[in-house]
Structure formats: C-alpha cells, structure tokens
C-alpha cells in the first residue's frame, strides 16, 4: 500500500453555492432570481422540483458548521447571493442580506475554518436578467456595485475570493444551449456573455483589493481535458476545436490577454461572428480581464473524448461503459485531474491552483442500521486526490482541495435527484446523515495523505 502526503500547509475543504442549499427564497428582501424564475417554468427541472427550500441552509448554517468542524476541513467555500444583496439589481444595498453573510463567516472563523467566497455562483437577480442579463455589458458595472457592497461588509475577514464560477457554464448552458438559467440559445449572445463575465471578472479584482487587505483573490474554471478518439488529424482538430471551445477561451484572456485565434476561427466558421473582429471588445477591456490574479481555481469532474464526424464536425465520443459512469453520465477518469493540472501549469503559470470543486453523483440509501455506504464516491475522491498529490510532486504549485459538495443539494436542471453530498439531507425533516465519505474524508484530512 502506498501513501500519498500532501504537504503541510494544504488546504481542505468543502464546498457548495447559495443557490443549491440556502433556500429562504424570500428571506429578509431577497429578491427572485434567475433560477427561481426558470425552475417555476414546467419541464425546466427534471424531478419538478425548485429551490425554494432546499437544505435551508439559511437557517441551519450554524448545524453546518459543525459538520464542517466533525470533518475537520481548512475551509469552506460558498457562495453569495446577489439577490439578497441588491434585490433591486441597481440601487440600495440591502444591509439584512449581509447579515446573513456576516453571522455565517463570524460562525466560520469561530471554528477555525477560512472563508472562500464566490461572489457569482449563477444567482442572477431576475430584473437583471429583464434587462438583458450579462448580454448586456451594463451588467458588468452591476457586478461591481454587488462587489463593492459585499466586500466592504466582509472584506475585513474574508480573505479568498472567486469572482465567478464556471463562466464556461453560464455562457454556455445559460445563453448557448438553454439547459440552465435564463434558458437562451443564442451562440451570438453567448460570445458576449463571455466577454462581459470576464471584464467583470478583472474590474472586480481591483474593488476587492482595494477593500479587503491582504486578500487572495481569483476566478473558478471548471476545466474538461479533451482526448482524441483517434490518432487521425480529424480526431486531433475535434480535440483542438474542443479545448478552444471550452477551456482556452476563458484562460488565454485571463493569462494572456487575448482570445484564441483558432476558436474565433471556428466561430466565424459556424456563423456566431461576421468576423474575426469581436464587435463587444472595447478598448483597453483585455488588459483588465487580464489582470494578474493570485490563484486559479479548477473545478473537475471528467473528460470528453472527441472525433470528428462524416460531415466534419466535431462531437463528443460516449467515452465508458455504464459501469464507470457517474450519476451524472460523466465518466470517472481520475488522472484527467493529473493531465489537466500539468497542462495548465505548463501553458499559464497560475501563481496558485486551488481544485475548488471535485465530486461525484451517486445515489445510496440507508441500509437497515441507517448508514450509506457510498464506497464509489470514497474511491472516486481517493483516485483524484492521488493523482491530485502525483501533481504536487511533479511541480504543480496546488495548495488545496475543496470537496463538492458538503450536501446532497440542488443539482440545477436535474433538481434533487443527483446527490454529491458528503452528507444526506432528508428533504421532509431537512436531517443530515454522516456518508460514509464523510468519515474516509475526515481521516483524509487528519491523516493529510490518502492510501491506495
Ligand atoms: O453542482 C455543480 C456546481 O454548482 C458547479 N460545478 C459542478 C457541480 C456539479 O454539477
């Protein structure tokens, strides 16, 4: 048996987003947002469901503290939600949703654990959205107001940020392809979309700076390695085509301040750009988004293997059998993890790597003594953190590890039916139940090193 040491000072944590848990929909002024608005819409969330009430979070955060504590993580990553912050989307702050936020970090340093806070985890307010959403580069100053108000109220104590989750996500599952909020399919739009998340994204780093002392401060990528079906140069393109798509239109701005030539190519190619000119590129915009950040967080859950099809395009090969899927149809291919942290090490130099998601849908119940043993979800946190750790050792300057997700919650479009928790959540009682990951994850973090 081998054992794989992580170094001294790695962070462990857990993360989740306000939207998936907190619930209080109508809490103390929080306002609609875009995902209450497109879960009240019939066929949009796969059990019916909405997120109304989810884990409550919002009244038990103190009891999920204390789970925190039991597992002994370093950190918590959540997320703020916007509309409790300015329900009205421009205008006042609404002091009484910072209480919440200011009554849950107090909690967290109370327990030793640091606060990593993501500013956008996709809970758009809805009158933001009525006036175009972030198609509409407006939104970009909104960001920065909800920013200002949030850090100036926990800037003194919050000392990690994220300005947003997974843009590839917003952009694409958002305005691209309508699986997610606000459920547009607009590839045009989308290109825009991108745009203004990112130079919110790089004037937000100056507010937050400025206001919160000595603080980290960076943006969360979920980033999917592609891998050629073949070794034909099709196969390789679809690959290239893929990365542009995905991974490399977000970080080339970021790292080098430009968006890749090869995937506007193929944008122009398939009629979502006239041209190669960006029309919602202003002057100096690359320089901002470009703005040297302290950290990149990476979320990662799987790859995708690509191929070129008869009529030449690129698509995405069903990559296992069924048996090595997860819930979620996503193959578990842990050293993807170790791939994709020496790629963006060797083509970026982030100064820091955080993996601020990396988790798995399986679905347990109880057995008659009322444990879960979710003995996939403990191989599947224990693969990627090997090779997570083969990375450290191979020069990847990764300094933590955040689990998704602390509880089973709302999984967006599929609704409750897709749990990632460490700990069960009976949705009539709202009781939590320790997973048996749960406990593997403790002695992870105790032990600072996992065994294969
Ligand atoms: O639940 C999501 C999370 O909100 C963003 N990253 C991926 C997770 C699993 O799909």
């Not at 979920?222 to 050629?228: I, K, L």
């Not at 009629?271 to 950040?293: C, K, Q, R």
Request: hydrophobic share 35%; net charge negative.
């Amino acid at each position: 048996m081998a054992s794989y040491k992580f170094p001294d000072d790695f962070l462990w944590g857990v993360a989740t987003s306000s939207q998936q848990i907190e619930g209080g929909r109508h809490e103390a002024g929080r306002s609609e947002s875009i995902w209450d608005r497109f879960a009240s819409i019939a066929g949009n969330i796969d059990d019916g469901s909405n997120p109304d009430v989810t884990c409550d979070h919002y009244n038990r955060y103190r009891e999920d503290i204390r789970l925190m504590s039991d597992l002994g993580v370093d950190s918590y990553r959540f997320s703020v939600s916007w509309p409790r912050i300015i329900p009205e989307g421009i205008g006042a702050v609404n002091e009484k949703g910072l209480d919440f936020y200011d009554s849950l970090v107090d909690e967290l340093l109370e327990n030793n654990i640091k606060p990593f806070l993501t500013l956008y985890h996709w809970d758009l307010p809805q009158i933001l959205q009525d006036k175009g959403g972030w198609a509409n580069r407006d939104i970009a100053k909104s960001f920065i107001d909800y920013t200002q108000a949030v850090v100036n109220r926990l800037g003194d104590r919050v000392k990690m940020w994220s300005t947003h989750n997974e843009p590839w996500c917003i952009t694409t599952l958002g305005y691209e392809e309508g699986h997610h909020a606000p459920g547009l399919k607009n590839p045009a739009e989308a290109l825009r979309v991108a745009h203004h998340l990112m130079l919110s994204h790089g004037w937000a780093i100056d507010v937050i700076r400025r206001a919160s002392d000595k603080s980290e401060v960076g943006i969360v990528h979920n980033y999917c390695p592609a891998y050629p079906h073949s070794d034909s140069p099709e196969d390789h393109d679809a690959v290239r085509w893929f990365d542009g798509f995905f991974n490399r239109w977000y970080l080339e701005p970021l790292y080098n301040g430009s968006y890749p030539l090869d995937a506007i190519e193929d944008r122009v190619r398939a009629g979502h750009l006239e041209s190669s000119e960006l029309p919602f590129v202003e002057d100096g915009d690359m320089d901002i988004i470009s703005s040297p950040t302290d950290f990149l967080g990476l979320n990662y859950y799987s790859r995708t293997i690509m191929k070129k099809d008869n009529s030449g395009k690129a698509v995405a090969v069903p990559a296992a059998p069924k048996e090595e899927l997860t819930d979620m149809g996503w193959e578990v291919f842990p050293k993807g993890l170790y791939d994709s942290l020496i790629n963006v090490n060797e083509k970026y130099q982030p100064k820091k790597i955080y993996i601020a998601e990396n988790g798995a849908a399986f679905s347990y119940d109880a057995d008659k003594n009322g444990e879960i043993t979710d003995s996939r979800r403990i191989a599947y946190f224990r693969d990627h953190l090997m090779n997570a750790q083969k990375a450290i050792k191979a020069g990847v300057p990764l300094a933590g590890y955040y689990a998704w997700s602390l509880l089973d919650n709302f999984e967006w479009g599929f609704g409750f039916e897709k749990r990632f928790g460490l700990y069960a959540v009976d949705p009539d009682t709202q009781n939590r139940t320790a997973k048996k990951s749960a406990s593997w994850y403790s002695g992870t973090i105790t032990s600072n090193s996992v065994e294969d």
